[in-house]
């Protein structure tokens, strides 16, 4: 168990695995950029969470629902939580996540998303199986099962974002495909950095031989 003040942002979770790098320079050296693509995704974000509460029949909605899980150290908000009402006469969270892409070959958003499920969970006292990812290009849902290996991997995902921000070390860049799209490419500069690190090897190399 963490304590309040050790709290990381459940978003912390995603930056870690598209891009450890990325993460460290959000969330330890506090550096942020805007492109298109971030921009587009904060007024999504921003549209959802002023939205007012919503009941019909046996859903209630709710948008921008404080969460804090202090097992697994993370503390953020939820777009969206829908409370489904069961035969019992309960209501069972289902927490949606917004974002303005498609489904990734990762499973960043996943583990993003069975967070914010392990947050109310904990809050509530209740077991949450299932959410969504409702992905803005596609204008569809993804249904998430939070099955085991997922809640393992969310958990794992947690120490060891953790373990990074504790060090206070930021890894070096390794470039890649995702670094074109990433809004902190031109701060970051790894074909630059990973240039350089791969001169120094070869004039080692030669000195050596």
Not at 149 to 163: I, P, V
Request: glycine fraction near 6%.
């Amino acid at each position: 168990m963490y304590a309040e003040s050790d709290n990381l942002m459940i978003s912390a979770l995603q930056h870690y695995l598209y891009c450890p790098r990325q993460c460290a320079l959000i969330h330890i050296e506090q550096i942020w950029a805007e492109n298109i693509y971030t921009a587009e995704g904060r007024v999504m974000h921003e549209r959802v969470h002023s939205e007012d509460r919503a009941s019909r029949g046996k859903l209630r909605i709710s948008y921008g629902i404080a969460l804090r899980s202090l097992r697994l150290g993370v503390s953020g908000q939820a777009d969206v939580v829908e409370f489904h009402r069961q035969e019992d006469g309960s209501w069972r969270p289902f927490p949606v996540e917004y974002k303005r892409g498609r489904p990734k070959n990762g499973k960043w958003d996943e583990v993003q998303l069975c967070a914010q499920a392990i947050c109310l969970e904990e809050m509530l006292e209740v077991e949450i199986p299932a959410g969504a990812l409702f992905y803005g290009k596609t204008r569809r849902r993804k249904d998430v099962i939070f099955d085991a290996n997922l809640r393992s991997a969310t958990e794992n995902t947690a120490s060891r974002l953790h373990e990074l921000i504790g060090s206070g070390q930021t890894p070096k860049p390794v470039f890649g495909p995702k670094c074109e799209s990433c809004s902190l490419c031109e701060l970051c500069m790894p074909k630059v950095t990973g240039a350089a690190k791969s001169v120094a090897k070869y004039l080692s190399r030669m000195l050596e031989d």
